[in-house]
T-cell receptor, first 113, second 109 residues
Framework: DAEITQSPRHKITETGRQVTLACHQTWNHNNMFWYRQDLGHGLRLIHYSYGVQDTNKGEVSDGYSVSRSNTEDLPLTLESAASSQTSVYFC????????????FGQGTRLTVV | GQNIDQPTEMTATEGAIVQINCTYQTSGFNGLFWYQQHAGEAPTFLSYNVLDGLEEKGRFSSFLSRSKGYSYLLLKELQMKDSASYLCAPMEYGNKLVFGAGTILRVKS
């Protein structure tokens, strides 16, 4: 079955370190998204991509970057981790075209100490 | 700008009906999704409305009024397993979902 997987599921890192969270989908979806989820804020869009070599900033992109070198993967990099980036991160993917359902990965819980 | 409002918490009794309301303002509109999220898990798709009216799917129904920027999710014959967060998510152009903070539903016996 097609799926979307995130790794690691849990990570603890130190302030100032570079961290990369992986997202891999086998749906062959063109659209991929990264969200963070914090209490009281719901899911907020960090970055998104509509296809290979395409990346776009979301509403909370400062301190994060993504790259899309193939259809299956959209890794999220925290350039210099800060305590404010402690959160649960969700990756999602969807087909091109209007109104298509997004499928979510299981999430990565990141703690920056 | 974006603004999505839904109640923070609701409590209902097993077997009852509950309605979760959502009002929204977004830049561009390409339909509205409802997702369910159990604690510690990923959001999962429940329903999608792009036209005004009611969409029914088993015990779950969702309603949309585009002119009023309003939607609701109706859950019938509540079960304990329905205890979860319910996320209202209008879709902007470009298939971007914009999420509200979610409504925590507690079902009691």
């Amino acid at each position: 079955d097609a799926e979307i997987t995130q790794s690691p599921r849990h990570k603890i890192t130190e302030t100032g370190r570079q961290v990369t969270l992986a997202c891999h989908q086998t749906w062959n979806h063109n659209n991929m998204f990264w969200y963070r989820q914090d209490l009281g804020h719901g899911l907020r869009l960090i970055h998104y991509s509509y296809g290979v070599q395409d990346t776009n900033k979301g509403e909370v992109s400062d301190g994060y970057s993504v790259s899309r070198s193939n259809t299956e993967d959209l890794p999220l990099t925290l350039e210099s981790a800060a305590s404010s980036q402690t959160s649960v991160y969700f990756c999602a993917s969807s087909e091109s075209g209007g109104g298509t359902e997004a499928f979510f990965g299981q999430g990565t819980r990141l703690t920056v100490v | 700008g974006q603004n999505i409002d839904q109640p923070t918490e609701m409590t209902a009794t097993e077997g009852a009906i509950v309605q979760i309301n959502c009002t929204y303002q977004t830049s561009g509109f390409n339909g509205l999704f409802w997702y369910q999220q159990h604690a510690g898990e990923a959001p999962t798709f429940l329903s999608y409305n792009v036209l005004d009216g009611l969409e029914e799917k088993g015990r779950f129904s969702s309603f949309l009024s585009r002119s009023k920027g309003y939607s609701y999710l109706l859950l019938k014959e509540l079960q304990m397993k329905d205890s979860a967060s319910y996320l209202c998510a209008p879709m902007e152009y470009g298939n971007k979902l914009v999420f509200g903070a979610g409504t925590i539903l507690r079902v009691k016996s």
